[in-house]
């Protein structure tokens, strides 16, 4: 039981960890490529530290070749004026000048071998490090865009809410209006009634109740007139 509860917490807890680590990507990646410059840098200057190290050993080299000149020209010359001892003496030098000069080329060609390595390994870290930069500015745009795309979706979501929501007010406004002008259409019919169609219908016809002057009965009236009347009789 107790294995079963540990591999259960280790489950979870891995679980924690994938959940962390996919929430804070962006930041743990830019971080690793932090560090990763670091590295990168501190390889630089050993590098650097190396190629002067090796100019060193260059300029070493060749002064020792230099003084092995001398030292044959100083042992030619006291062999032309016959002196052995001197030549002896000038020859040990030279022997021991030599070999510091074939140990220190050596390790000079060996430096040179180790500095090409290790100019080589600079130059792919900076090519690496230039495409994960790449990578990571790739990926703030495209998280950029995520987080874009999901709050866009969400304002969508709530807009079709309220367009719904909008679109039903509208409509009962709409009814309400529609039942109201139902209403006063109603009570203009209401308002008129059969008794007032009928007169319009009577007074149309000429035999309304309305007292309207003939203007035949005013034609006769004013041919009986005297001729200096000018005003009708009231």
Known sequence: MLKLFTTLARGAAAQVEEAVFDANAVRILEQQLRDAAGALEQSRRELACAMAHQASEERAVAMLS???????????????????????????????????????????????????????????????????????????????????????????????????????????????????????AALDELEGGPDRDLEARLDKAGLGSAKRTNPADVLKRLRAMPADQSVSPV
Do not use: F, M
């Open 66 to 184: 230099e003084r092995i000149k001398e030292l044959e020209t100083s042992g030619r010359k006291a062999i032309d004026a016959g002196r052995d001892d001197l030549a002896e003496e000038v020859a040990i030098e030279i022997a021991a000048t030599e070999d510091e000069r074939t140990e220190r080329s050596d390790a000079a060609k060996r430096g040179g071998d180790e500095i090409r390595r290790l100019r080589q390994l600079v130059e792919e870290g900076r090519k690496r490090l230039l495409e994960l930069r790449r990578g990571l500015e790739l990926t703030r745009a495209q998280e950029a865009l995520r987080r874009a795309g999901a709050n866009g979706r969400r304002a969508i979501a709530s807009g079709r809410g309220a367009l719904r929501e909008a679109e039903t007010t509208l409509a009962r406004i709409r009814a309400i209006q529609a039942k109201e002008q139902d209403i006063a």
